[in-house]
Nanobody
Framework: QVQLVESGGGLVQAGGSLRLSCAAS????????MGWYRQPPGKQRELVAR???????YHADSVKGRFTISRDNVKNTVYLQMNSLKPEDTAVYYC??????????WGQGTQVLVSS
């Protein structure tokens, strides 16, 4: 089993920044993909960004140039630096970890609220 604990959400004004963190513990496979998803109010969950254990990244078009995903493989932690936040970035943000050939684990979610 793998446990994921997110932190760093909160309330911020438009144009501001937040940094989300997600620490993985338990039976963490060294080869995996960690990611951030978000679920805006009344909408479906969507992929924001993901990063492989080798460092390959993907960012959704909606956040490209504003958000940056990174990870520390020693600490089994993934980060999401969010700059130039917009009200439409308001959502519950979820951390994920997918081991090679395995099922995805999810964190409990952290709320990000961007005021205009």
């Amino acid at each position: 089993q793998v446990q994921l604990v997110e932190s760093g959400g909160g309330l911020v004004q438009a144009g501001g920044s937040l940094r989300l963190s997600c620490a993985a513990s338990g039976s963490v496979c060294r080869t995996n993909v960690m990611g951030w998803y978000r679920q805006p109010p009344g909408k479906q969950r969507e992929l924001v960004a993901r990063i492989s254990s080798g460092g390959t990244t993907y960012h959704a078009d909606s956040v490209k140039g504003r958000f940056t995903i990174s990870r520390d493989n020693v600490k089994n932690t993934v980060y999401l630096q969010m700059n130039s936040l917009k009200p439409e970035d308001t959502a519950v943000y979820y951390c994920s970890l997918t081991p090679v050939g395995g099922a995805t684990y999810w964190g409990q979610g952290t709320q990000v609220l961007v005021s205009s």
